[in-house]
């Protein structure tokens, strides 16, 4: 079936530790790419898109995210996280399809930064 | 900029009862839809809709009816609550072409008792 997996559903690091989350999608043809961000309580924000050209994309709050085509991945990345980053993250893809554009999420990936 | 304006924010009902759960948006976006977000499953997309007075379904429309009479509302009806729709609800909306984001409302809290 066509989904959106995202590999980690619950990571923890220390602050200035690196992150990686990984997401991966199964529907061919073109798609717009997204990570949203959830903190504790709110609403979804947008931390950044891909629709085309550099498939490296930079978002919001120093984070980064890599579009691979072959691989069908866009992988989400911030070199050094901060307490303040906890939160719940969302890859989405975007497809059309039918006439509408329908965006379908991942599971998510909680990440907890310790101090 | 009011954005999408999702009415009420928090909701307990009982087992059986009807309710409707309102979303608002004001940037003139034709595509609308609705999503429930359950822990380690995401946000699952119940209805959506490209315009007045088309509707369709998502994923999980069992138990959920929608109807968009303007370019503005889009409710979401739920006829006779269940305890497995305890969950909490996002409206969405965004230009109806590709290459466009989708804006999320805050979220409706609802517990089925």
């Known amino acids: 079936a066509q989904s959106v997996s995202q590999h980690n559903h619950h990571v923890i690091l220390s602050e200035a530790a690196s992150l990686e989350l990984g997401c991966n999608y199964s529907?061919?043809?073109?798609?717009?790419l997204f990570w949203y961000v959830q903190y504790p309580g709110q609403h979804l924000q947008l931390l950044l898109k891909?629709?085309?050209?550099?498939?490296l994309v930079k978002g919001i709050k120093g984070f980064e995210a890599e579009f691979i085509k072959s691989k069908f991945s866009f992988n989400l990345r911030k070199p050094s996280v901060q307490w303040s980053d906890t939160a719940e993250y969302f890859c989405?893809?975007?497809?059309?399809?039918?006439?509408?554009?329908?965006?379908?999420f991942g599971a998510g990936t909680r990440l907890a930064v310790h101090p | 900029n009011a954005g999408v304006t999702q009415t009420p924010k928090f909701q307990v009902l009982k087992t059986g009862q009807s309710m409707t759960l309102q979303c608002a948006q004001d940037?003139?976006?034709?595509?609308m839809s609705w999503y429930r977000q359950d822990p380690g499953m995401g946000l699952r997309l119940i209805h959506y809709?490209?315009?007045?007075?088309?509707?369709d379904q998502g994923e999980v429309p069992n138990g959920y009816n929608v109807s968009r009479s303007t370019t503005e509302d889009f409710p979401l009806r739920l006829l006779s609550a269940a305890p497995s729709q305890t969950s909490v609800y996002f409206c969405?909306?965004?230009?109806?072409?590709?290459?466009?984001?989708?804006?999320f409302g805050q979220g409706t809290r609802l517990t089925v008792v």
């Open positions: 969405a909306s965004s230009y109806a072409g590709f290459n466009t984001e989708a804006f």
């Open positions: 529907y061919g043809g073109t798609v717009n």
């Open positions: 891909y629709f085309s050209g550099d498939p």
């Open positions: 989405a893809v975007m497809k059309f399809s039918g006439g509408y554009n329908k965006l379908i």
């Open positions: 940037m003139n976006h034709e595509y």
């Open positions: 809709s490209v315009g007045a007075g088309i509707t």
